[in-house]
């Protein structure tokens, strides 16, 4: 069965570090998205990407971070410049469509522990 | 705005049956979904109730009330191996990309 790939698992950098979080979505799906989870809170929606343009992002998703397709096969989540509160789990998903039926596949994600 | 409200912890015991409820305060509502996540692990939907009444998979069963916006994952005959938690969730209507608003959780812990 296809699914979403995350890497790395786990990633530690220091405060002020650039770290890009890598993600590949199965592939006919057309939707991507990147949610976070802080350590025992809810999962929280960060972006999500379609058509090679952001179709929409939270507040949490300020000039610090970006996204990008850079081929047809992987999509990144880079956050510029760390801070502690950056530290959380970071699952990338994908849909083939929209829509309040359609089911989005989450990755096993990547830990980010920043220092 | 949306809000999803679940209790945050619930026990029970192996074989046994037990409900987590989940209220919730939407502008819009298309259905209510839950997704399961083990420790360390990603959300693993589950269930998805677009209409009224109860929807059944195997073991687990989702019931959703639009009038009363209230939803809930019903587990039977309860494993060890679902201790984890679950989510309920809803679909932003406003959202173009249709992104996923999840409750903060409620922890099944399960008893031998």
């Known amino acids: 069965e296809p699914e979403v790939t995350q890497t790395p698992s786990h990633q530690v950098t220091q405060m002020g570090q650039e770290v890009i979080l890598r993600c590949v979505p199965i592939?006919?799906?057309?939707?991507f998205y990147w949610y976070r989870q802080i350590l025992g809170q809810k999962v929280e929606f960060l972006v999500s990407f379609y058509n090679n343009e952001i179709s929409e992002k939270s507040e949490i998703f300020d000039d610090q971070f970006s996204v990008e397709r850079p081929d047809g096969s992987n999509f990144t989540l880079k956050i510029r410049s760390t801070k502690l509160e950056d530290s959380a789990m970071y699952f990338c998903?994908?849909?083939?469509?929209?829509?309040?039926?359609?089911?989005?596949?989450f990755g096993p994600g990547t830990r980010l522990l920043v220092l | 705005g949306q809000s999803l409200e679940q209790p945050s912890e619930v026990t029970a015991v192996e074989g046994a049956i037990v409900q987590i409820n989940c209220t919730y305060q939407?502008?819009?509502?298309?259905?209510l979904s839950w997704y399961q996540q083990h420790d360390g692990g990603a959300p693993t939907f589950l269930s998805y109730?677009?209409?009224?009444g109860l929807e059944e998979t195997g073991r687990f069963s989702s019931f959703l009330s639009r009038s009363d916006s209230y939803g809930y994952l019903l587990l039977q005959e309860l494993q060890m191996k679902d201790s984890a938690s679950y989510f309920c969730a809803v679909r932003d209507p406003y959202s173009s990309a249709s992104k996923i608003i999840f409750g903060s959780g409620t922890r099944l812990s399960i008893r031998p």
């Open positions: 998903a994908s849909s083939l469509l929209t829509g309040g039926a359609e089911t989005q596949y």
């Open positions: 592939s006919n799906h057309l939707y």
């Open positions: 109730n677009a209409l009224d």
């Open positions: 939407t502008s819009g509502f298309y259905g």
